[in-house]
C-alpha cells in the first residue's frame, strides 16, 4: 500500500500519516505538534524550483518514480556493525540502523547524569522534557522536509544531559541506512544539553551497500543551554544513489558554545539545512563545511545564523571542491535583528572548480536591522593558483602530486577546526582518498 | 544626536513644487482603447501599435511581481493610473521661442537652464539635453551639432518617425516585452524618452542627458531609452529625473536597452532623485526600472554608474549581457535611503564570451526607517573562457530603526572562472569619527566627509557636472545622521 504514485505523493503521505498518529511516540501536544506540521507540509508541497530556497535544486526529480513508506527493518539483522566502527576513536558507538537503535552493538554509557536512548524510550521515561522539546525549534522553520519530519519520525536518538555533566569521551553516532526502491524514511535526534553541560557528538552516515537506494530525511534539534558546550561534527558518506535531506537545528542559550563541521562526501543528491538561532547574549557558534563531489553528484548546503541577541558571535567557512559533472550550492544568510547590537558575524565560502561540466551557485546573504554590528561575507570561486603550482612543480612534484597538494592544502583548512584529534585524522584520510 | 537626525529627517525635498503648464491627458486607466489613443496621439506606424498591443496582451497574462524582491508597499491599482500627460499645446518646437514660458521657468527651477545650453551651443564638450515632461519630450538641445558628427540624438517619438529602421531592429532586442511586468506594461504604454545612436568610429565630443521630470497629478511615467554604439563608437550618457511632493504614489516604469558593438564604449550615469515621500513615508515615487545593456561586438564596454537617493520604493537592476569576447562590464552604485524609503537594487553581470570582464561596487546607505538591499547576479556561462569578476558590496548603518541587506547570485558554469565577492555591514567606526572631531571638525562635517571618502570609490565614476551634484545631494540626505 506504501509504494506512491508521484502525483498524489502528499495526500497519501499525509493519509499514512494519518494511520500512525497513534503509534508515534509523543504525549497530546506532541501530537498537537505533529499535526499542525503535516499541515503545513501538504500546504506546502515538495518544493520546486520556483521556491527561493530551492531555487538550486529541484526536487521534484526526486520523487518521480514514486516513494516507499513501508519499514524494510528485515535486512537490518544483516548489517554488520562492526564494519562501520573506527576502532581507532575512542568514543561511546552508538548504532543507528534506518533511525532505529541497536542497543545490543551499541556501547552503554555509565553516567547517570546521561541519558542515551531512542525516542520511544524517551517519550516515556522523560515525558516531560520529550513533550516540552520535540518539534518546538524547528515548528517555524518553513521547510516541507523539515515539517514532514516532525510529523512522521518515530525514530531516532534522544541525548539529554543534566547536572553540570560533562561526557568524558565523545559520543559516536553512526547511523546506517539499508533501505531500497526508494525507501523514504525520516530520523529524528533530540539533544538537550543543560545549564553547564558540554558534550562532543560526531554522526555519520553510511549507506549498507554500494547501491542501495533511500531517501533519508534527517533532523536534529539541539538545544544548548546556558553556557552550555555542545561540538557537533558530522560526515556524509553514503553510497552514490543516496539521497540525503539534513535539518539541524541548534537554539543556543546565553554565553553558550555551539561548533558544528559539516563533512559531505558521498550521495547522489544532498541538502543540508543547518540553523542556529541566537537565543540568548554572548552566544558563540563556529559552522564550517566541506564538499567534495564527483560524477553527478549535486549538494545544495543552506545555513542560517539568526542573530536575536546582543554580543552574540558566528563564524562561517564553507568550501568545496566539484569536479566530473557535479554541482554545488551554498545559501548562507546571517540574520541579525534590531535588538542585537554588537553583533560580529562573518562568513566565508570558497570553491574550486576541477571541471568543465561542473557548477557552483552562491548565495551568501546579510539582513541586518541593527546598526552597531561588524558583518562581513566573502566569497570566491576559480581554480587551482597556476603560480602555486608552478611553485610546487619548480620544486620537483610532479603536476597530478601537485595538484592534490593544493587540493588537500584547501580542505585542509575546514578540517582543521575539528577539536577531536583522532577524529580529525580519520577525516584527513578520507579526504585524502577522495581526491584520488 | 537626536536633534541632528531630526533636522534632517525633516529636510525638505526641493524639486517638490509643480508647474502650472496647461496639460493634455488621457483618461484614467488602461485598456487596448487607451493604447490606441496614445498611439494615435503620437501618429505611430501600425508596427509600432501593433507592438504596444503585443505586450499589453502579454502584460494581462503576467502576474505582478511581489514574493522576491525584499520591499513591501500596497497594492498598485494600475486602472487608477493617467497613462499619458502632454504639455498643451503639442506642436513641433522648432525654436526655443515656441517653448511655454512656464516649462522653461521649470527647468530653470531645475537648474537646467535650456536657454543657456542654447547660447554655449557653439562651445564644444557642454551637455546635450533632452527634456522629457511627463510623457512627452520637450526639447532636445543641440541636434545639429550632433547631426554633424552623424550622431542622432533625438526623442523616442521622433525616432519613430525618422529612424524606424533602426528602432524596429534594436527596440526590444536587449529588453524583451515578454521580460518582466513593468517591462510588458512599459513596452504597452511608453510614451517618449530618448534615442541615441552613434555611428561608426564616431567619438561624441559632449555628454548626452535625458532629464525626466513627473508634473501632472495622477500620472505614471513610462519611458523608453535606446542607446545604439556602432563599431568603435563612445558615448557618454546621462539621466536626471525629480518630481513634484504629492500624497499619493507615482509610478514610474522604464526600460533603457543600450548596445554596443564592437570597440564601441558607453558610459551611462543616473542621478535618480525622485520624490522619496515625506519624513511619514507618505507619498512617493514607485521606481520599478527595466535597464539592460548588451556588450555585442568583441572589446566592447558598458559602464553604469548610478546615485539612487530618490524614490519611496527602488527596484532597479541595470545589466550587462557580456556576448562579445573580450567585452568589459562595471556596476557603480551608491544608494541612499533615508525615513521609509525601500530600495531593492543592484547589478546583474551575464558572461557568455571569453576573457569577459565585470566589476561591481555597490555602497549602500541606510538611514532613518528604511531598508536598503544590494541584490546581485554574477553568471558565468559554461564556455565563457578566462571570465572574471570582482564585486564589493558595502552597506553603512546610521541608526537602529533601518535595515541593510546583501542578496548576490553567483551562478558559476565553467572552471576558468575567477570570481570573487565581498560584502561588509558597518556602522561609521566611533574611532573615524574620534578622529575627525579630535581635529576639530564637528560631528556633521565628520559624517559628511566619511560618507564622502566611503563613497568616492563611486563617485569618481559620474562626470564632472554629475558628481558635482551627487556630492550635494549626499550632503542634503545624510549630514550627520549617525548616532
Known amino acids: ?436 | 544626536m537626536s536633534d541632528i537626525l531630526e533636522e534632517i529627517t525633516s529636510s525638505e525635498y526641493k524639486y517638490g513644487f509643480t508647474s502650472n503648464i496647461e496639460m493634455e491627458t488621457a483618461p484614467k486607466g488602461l485598456s487596448e482603447d487607451i493604447i490606441r489613443f496614445i498611439s494615435q496621439k503620437k501618429n505611430e506606424p501600425d508596427w509600432m501599435l501593433e507592438f504596444r498591443l503585443q505586450a499589453f496582451r502579454k502584460w494581462q497574462t503576467m502576474e505582478e511581481p511581489k514574493h522576491w524582491a525584499h520591499l513591501n508597499y500596497p497594492k498598485i491599482d494600475f486602472q487608477d493610473i493617467i497613462y499619458y500627460a502632454a504639455p498643451k499645446p503639442k506642436k513641433k518646437l522648432n525654436s526655443l521661442d515656441e517653448v511655454d514660458p512656464e516649462l522653461l521657468k521649470t527647468f530653470e527651477k531645475l537648474g537646467i537652464s535650456l536657454e543657456e545650453q542654447k547660447r554655449l551651443s557653439g562651445v564644444e564638450s557642454t551637455i546635450a539635453v533632452d527634456a522629457v515632461i511627463d510623457s512627452v519630450s520637450v526639447k532636445t538641445t543641440f541636434k545639429e551639432v550632433l547631426a554633424e558628427k552623424g550622431i542622432i540624438f533625438c526623442s523616442f517619438s521622433e525616432a519613430v518617425h525618422e529612424h524606424p529602421e533602426l528602432v524596429k531592429k534594436y527596440m526590444g532586442s536587449v529588453v524583451p516585452y515578454t521580460d518582466n511586468y513593468y517591462a510588458a506594461l512599459n513596452s504597452a504604454v511608453f510614451t517618449d524618452g530618448s534615442f541615441c545612436y552613434i555611428p561608426k568610429g564616431v567619438r561624441c565630443p559632449m555628454e548626452l542627458s535625458t532629464y525626466f521630470r513627473i508634473n501632472t497629478s495622477g500620472t505614471g511615467q513610462f519611458e523608453r531609452t535606446l542607446i545604439i554604439a556602432d563599431e568603435g563608437g563612445y558615448a557618454s550618457y546621462l539621466e536626471g529625473c525629480t518630481a513634484p511632493s504629492r500624497d499619493e504614489n507615482q509610478l514610474h516604469a522604464a526600460v533603457v536597452e543600450i548596445i554596443v558593438h564592437e570597440n564601441a564604449e558607453i558610459k551611462y550615469s543616473t542621478v535618480q532623485n525622485w520624490y522619496p515621500g515625506d519624513k511619514d513615508g507618505k507619498g512617493g515615487v514607485y521606481n520599478f526600472v527595466t535597464k539592460r545593456g548588451i556588450c555585442f561586438g568583441d572589446n566592447s564596454k558598458l559602464s553604469w554608474t548610478q546615485v539612487e537617493t530618490g524614490s519611496a520604493i527602488t527596484w532597479k537592476y541595470p545589466s550587462v549581457i557580456l556576448k562579445g569576447n573580450n567585452s568589459v562590464g562595471e556596476f557603480y552604485s551608491v544608494a541612499v535611503t533615508n525615513n521609509y524609503q525601500q530600495a531593492d537594487t543592484g547589478t546583474k553581470m551575464i558572461h557568455l564570451g571569453s576573457n569577459t570582464r565585470s566589476t561591481i561596487v555597490s555602497k549602500g546607505i541606510s538611514a532613518g526607517f528604511s531598508n536598503n538591499s544590494y541584490r546581485g547576479l554574477v553568471r558565468i556561462g559554461k564556455g565563457a573562457k578566462n571570465a572574471r569578476n570582482f564585486s564589493q558590496c558595502d552597506s553603512l548603518l546610521m541608526g537602529d530603526k533601518c535595515g541593510a541587506h546583501t542578496f548576490p547570485y553567483i551562478e558559476i558554469k565553467d572552471k576558468s572562472a575567477i570570481v570573487e565577492h565581498e560584502a561588509t555591514t558597518s556602522k561609521i567606526g566611533e574611532d573615524q569619527l574620534f578622529y575627525c572631531k579630535q581635529r576639530g571638525l564637528d560631528t556633521e562635517k565628520a559624517v559628511a566627509l566619511i560618507v564622502n571618502g566611503y563613497c568616492k570609490e563611486v563617485l569618481n565614476k559620474l562626470p564632472m557636472e554629475f558628481a558635482v551634484e551627487a556630492q550635494k545631494l549626499l550632503a542634503v540626505s545624510l549630514e550627520g545622521s549617525v548616532g
Open chain 1, 1 to 436: 500500500m506504501n509504494t506512491i504514485s508521484t502525483i498524489n505523493n502528499v495526500q497519501l503521505i499525509s493519509e499514512v500519516f494519518t494511520e500512525r498518529l497513534s503509534q508515534l511516540p509523543g504525549g497530546n501536544n506532541v501530537q498537537e505538534i505533529r499535526r499542525k506540521a503535516i499541515e503545513q507540509f501538504t500546504k506546502l508541497g515538495f518544493p520546486l524550483r520556483s521556491n527561493e530556497e530551492y531555487k538550486y535544486s529541484d526536487t521534484s526529480k526526486l520523487f518521480k518514480e514514486g516513494i516507499n513508506l513501508a519499514h524494510a527493518d528485515d535486512d537490518i539483522s544483516k548489517v554488520d556493525f562492526n564494519k562501520y566502527k573506527q576502532k581507532n576513536i575512542d568514543a561511546y558507538h552508538i548504532f543507528l540502523a534506518n533511525g532505529e537503535l541497536i542497543s545490543t552493538e551499541s556501547d552503554k554509557i555509565e553516567n547517570n547524569k546521561v541519558e542515551v536512548c531512542d525516542l520511544k524510550t524517551a517519550a516515556e521515561k522523560y515525558d516531560k522534557i520529550f513533550n516540552q522539546y520535540y518539534g518546538s525549534s524547528v515548528a517555524k522553520f518553513n521547510d516541507a522536509f523539515a515539517q514532514l519530519n516532525i510529523a512522521l519520525a518515530s525514530k531516532g536518538l534522544f541525548v539529554y544531559l543534566k547536572d553540570r555533566a560533562k561526557l568524558d569521551k565523545p559520543l559516536f553516532i553512526h547511523n546506517i541506512s539499508t533501505g531500497t526502491d526508494n525507501h523514504f524514511f525520516q530520523t529524528h535526534h533530540l539533544i538537550i544539553a543543560e545549564t553547564l553541560c558540554s558534550i562532543d557528538i560526531i554522526e555519520d552516515f553510511y549507506s549498507q551497500t554500494n547501491s542501495n537506494q533511500y531517501i533519508l530525511n534527517s533532523l536534529a534539534e539541539i538545544f544548548v543551554k546556558e553556557q552550555g558546550i555542545v561540538n557537533y561534527y558530522k560526515l556524509q558518506n553514503e553510497n552514490e544513489n543516496a539521497i540525503h535531506i539534513n535539518t539541524t537545528h541548534a537554539v543556543q542559550d546565553k554565553q553558550s558554545l555551539f561548533d558544528t563541521n559539516t563533512v559531505s562526501l558521498g550521495g547522489k543528491w544532498g541538502r543540508n539545512n543547518l540553523n542556529i538561532l541566537m537565543n540568548g547574549i554572548n552566544c558563540e557558534s563556529h559552522l564550517n563545511g566541506l564538499f567534495v563531489l564527483k560524477g553527478q553528484q549535486h549538494l545544495d548546503n543552506h545555513t542560517l545564523v539568526d542573530h536575536q541577541n546582543p554580543h552574540c558571535e558566528s563564524n562561517q567557512l564553507y568550501k568545496g571542491i566539484l569536479s566530473d559533472k557535479s554541482s554545488g550550492v551554498f545559501n548562507g544568510k546571517i540574520y541579525v535583528r534590531k535588538d542585537a547590537q554588537k553583533t560580529n558575524a562573518y562568513q566565508s565560502s570558497k570553491s574550486m572548480l576541477l571541471s568543465d561540466d561542473a557548477s557552483m551557485n552562491t548565495k551568501p546573504q546579510l539582513e541586518i536591522y541593527a546598526d552597531d554590528v561588524k558583518c562581513s561575507h566573502g566569497s570566491s570561486t576559480g581554480q587551482i593558483d597556476t603560480n602555486a603550482l608552478f611553485y610546487l612543480r619548480a620544486r620537483g612534484l610532479s603536476e597530478d602530486s601537485a595538484r592534490k597538494l593544493l587540493m588537500y592544502a584547501f580542505a585542509l583548512d575546514v578540517i582543521n577546526t575539528v577539536k577531536i584529534e583522532p577524529y580529525r585524522h580519520y577525516l584527513e584520510e578520507l579526504i585524502e582518498n577522495s581526491l584520488n
